[in-house]
């Protein structure tokens, strides 16, 4: 019997990177696992990797976030597929490449376009998830939404990508408040700076953000992922958790990591 057995999670951007680390985290927890992205091929790849780690049973469904009608249809098949939606992983998220351009330092050097696909993205995408996810699930239910230490910082550099990341703190506070009478818990997770999740493009993080921001590999966020899904954080409403300190913490003091979000 693994932490999430039983249990129907859905993971978008589940294609690579941080989604893929934690949605086959999840397969070795027992739990039934929805990947969704744009990419069906990487999708079947991750989906088997996810077979071979155990999952109960695995379902692949390309969306994209910044389209309603995929992402009601991602949650309306699982919902009809497995009976239930028990964890929503809200990942899929960009930077996008251009933003390694030393010439989007200052709000006012940012490209229209740019700045309209990050707010596709990263903002209206997460609250399209919330609008589709949180009114399927059951008490009991574990929306998370993964969010980024930039978020919560200013100054020359962070740019448009920090704004977005600190809508989704706001959301999370937001959804939060709405559903925990229903027993439904959103929080965020923080997983600090990944080495490979593609986010920045073919160059990675810029270096002028790897000062600001811890460095790790994907797999370091899968312990708090599984924790924030499974019912050991039961009760746990609107916070914000730092993936990258979970590890170093006994389990008797995980909750005094926790923020607001």
């Known amino acids: 019997m693994g932490k999430l057995t039983g249990k129907v999670a859905v993971v978008t951007g589940a294609s690579r990177g941080l989604g893929e680390a934690m949605v086959t985290g999840f397969a070795r927890e027992g739990a039934t696992v929805v990947l969704a992205a744009r990419t069906i091929l990487d999708l079947e790849q991750v989906a088997q990797r996810c077979r071979e780690a155990g999952a109960a049973a695995v379902e692949v469904i390309p969306t994209d976030v910044t389209e309603e009608d995929q992402v009601t249809s991602l949650v309306k098949a ?10 929503f992983v809200a990942n899929a998220g960009i930077a996008v490449p251009s933003i390694t351009d030393q010439r989007m330092t200052t709000l006012d050097t940012y490209d ?10 990263n903002t209206v995408g997460m609250w399209l998830c919330m609008k589709a996810a949180l009114p399927a699930m059951q008490s009991g239910g574990s929306f998370i939404a993964i969010g980024s230490e930039l978020g919560r910082m200013s100054g020359a550099g962070v740019g448009l990508y920090a704004v977005t990341k600190a809508s989704v703190d706001l959301l999370v506070r937001i959804a939060a408040a709405e559903n925990a009478e229903r027993g439904i818990r959103v929080n965020c997770l923080s997983p600090g700076g990944m080495v490979d999740t593609h986010l920045f493009g073919p160059n990675m993080m810029p270096d002028y953000l790897k000062a600001h921001v811890p460095w790790s590999e994907t797999q370091v966020i899968v312990p708090a992922a599984i924790w924030l899904a499974s019912d050991d954080s039961d009760g746990v ?10 590890n170093k913490t006994p389990a008797d003091g995980i909750r005094d990591l926790l923020e607001d979000a």
Not at 112 to 121: G, I, K, R
Not at 239 to 245: D, M
């Open 78 to 87: 699982t919902v009809e597929r497995f009976g239930r939606l028990d964890v």
């Open 237 to 246: 409403h609107g916070k914000r958790l730092a993936g990258t300190e979970f």
């Open 112 to 121: 229209l376009d740019v700045v309209q696909q990050l707010l596709a993205v």
